[in-house]
């Protein structure tokens, strides 16, 4: 791997992420002797799952774990593969030609592969909750990237509510560092416990119950722990200053606290791939969009695929063994079978492990309702505060879908482009219509899918042919 300070016009594989799935891949086509970049928008490679991996402060293995520190050996491999990394490149568009609009050293251009892979990974879920826009809520997700890039731990009276893994992980990773946290509020829902038993064979049998179990007794020794909540709220006037909940019928409580950090789960980062054209439909199990694909996580465009937690939610480990498989199909689609590529068969069987895994976690840590759709004037829109009550109004005059709802209220609109509120808005509608999520569909997403200045449009290369098409229309 080498840093580039300047893109080529056309590469025979573009990688858009440095997470997992995206080193994996490069790591594969870059080997195999393809000229493959890899567009990231961060500074250093990781992705999330191993943020800052090579650049953090946070030197004590034990605070971030073993899972975290395995990152250094595929971040390794994929530097000493000879794949090009634009570190800080923002891909803002990706047409069905495989032509990529990237935000890059200050200014916007386009660039061509023959393949691309796309590994933006995944987003926390929405927890649209009563206060959750007041200064000192944030996201379990968000306080971990700020462990880990520099090495910042929350202060004062730190809640954690929510469920899923993650949270978990938070939880023993910020006590390893020294951290306290006042209490965590599982609003895991105890049904879950019994739904999730039919998928248990697998999940017993797999990586994720040893280490699981360890790391949930290590918290619960050292952290207050209230569960059976099934109501949330954030409290104050110009920050958090307590929280409020409920734990199953009993009545209200209040906590004081300083900082609230929420989380119930991740979905896949959908929006570069629907404006792209690809093909998604709603997951009744995971409770989200997730792309149409083939085992090797091609989509119905021609030499476009998806890998890692992008094509549906699983881990890092299964995130690597999906990048590699979008990599082995990329050489063969462009230099057939080199001999030089990785065991497909080891990819798929630990693929199948962690797969079989992941309906249990699915099943266990699915979101309640009461925390996916909100009621009244709770925001659900961050970037442009809009309401649950004005979404269920406008629904109620005749508003069909999230599309129809941009002209009536500009929720999706903001910067974020409906990462915050598109699955929040999709499920509120559908239920105020009386119908499914998947009959309602999801924002039409379009470039740019991230926000770029419109002076760094105005400095790309432009040919006589372009100005005559713009002065013909």
Not at 263 to 276: S, T
Request: proline fraction near 5%.
């Amino acid at each position: 791997m080498s840093a580039v300070t300047s893109l080529d016009d056309h590469y025979d594989v573009a990688v858009i992420g440095a997470g997992p799935a995206g080193l994996a891949a490069a790591t594969v086509t870059a080997t195999a002797g393809l000229s493959t970049v890899v567009l990231d928008d961060n500074p250093a490679p990781g992705g999330q799952v191993w943020r800052a991996v090579t650049t953090t402060p946070v030197q004590d293995r034990r605070v971030l774990g073993d899972d975290y520190w395995k990152g250094q050996e595929i971040v390794q491999a994929f530097q000493a593969s000879g794949a090009k990394h634009a570190l800080g490149a923002a891909v803002w568009s990706l047409s069905r030609e495989r032509e990529i609009g990237v935000s890059f050293g200050g200014g916007a251009r386009m660039l061509e592969a023959r393949r691309v892979v796309i590994a933006s990974g995944a987003l926390e879920r929405p927890f649209p909750i009563p206060g959750w826009t007041l200064p000192g809520v944030m996201s379990v997700g968000g306080a971990q990237t700020l462990l880990k890039a520099s090495g910042l731990v929350p202060g004062g009276r730190v809640v954690l509510a929510g469920a899923g893994p993650l949270l978990w992980l938070f939880a023993h990773q910020m006590l390893q560092a020294g951290g306290q946290i006042h209490a965590i509020l599982d609003t895991s829902d105890r049904a879950g416990w019994r739904a999730a038993l039919k998928h248990a064979m697998p999940f017993v049998t797999s990586p994720y119950l040893v280490k699981g179990l360890k790391l949930m007794a290590g918290v619960r020794r050292r952290v207050r722990l209230l569960t059976g909540v099934t109501s949330l709220a954030a409290g104050g006037r110009n920050k958090v200053e307590a929280v409020i909940f409920r734990q199953g019928s009993e009545g209200g409580q209040r906590m004081a606290a300083d900082m609230l950090l929420l989380h119930q789960g991740v979905v896949p980062n959908v929006n570069l791939a629907m404006a792209a054209g690809v093909e998604h439909h709603w997951d009744a199990q995971q409770l989200c969009f997730v792309p149409v694909l083939d085992t090797f996580g091609g989509t119905g465009i021609e030499g476009v695929a998806i890998a890692g937690d992008g094509a549906g939610i699983a881990g890092a480990e299964a995130a690597v063994e999906r990048g590699r498989l979008a990599g082995i199909a990329a050489v063969r689609a462009l230099k057939g079978d080199t001999g030089k590529l990785p065991d497909e068969t080891a990819s798929r069987k630990v693929l199948a492990k962690y797969d079989g895994a992941r309906a249990f976690l699915d099943t266990l840590y699915r979101p309640s309702r009461g925390f996916r759709i909100p009621a009244g004037d709770t925001i659900v829109c961050r970037c442009e505060e809009v309401t649950a009550q004005q979404v269920i109004d406008n629904v109620r005059i005749g508003c069909t879908g999230p599309n129809q709802l941009k002209s009536f209220l500009r929720c999706g609109m903001g910067p974020c482009q409906g990462r915050m509120c598109g699955l929040t808005v999709t499920e509120l509608i559908a239920e105020t219509r009386g119908v499914t999520p998947a009959e309602i569909g999801y924002y039409r997403l379009r470039p740019p899918v991230k926000p770029i200045a419109l002076a760094e449009l105005a400095s790309m290369p432009k040919t006589e042919s372009d100005v005559t098409a713009v002065v013909r229309i």
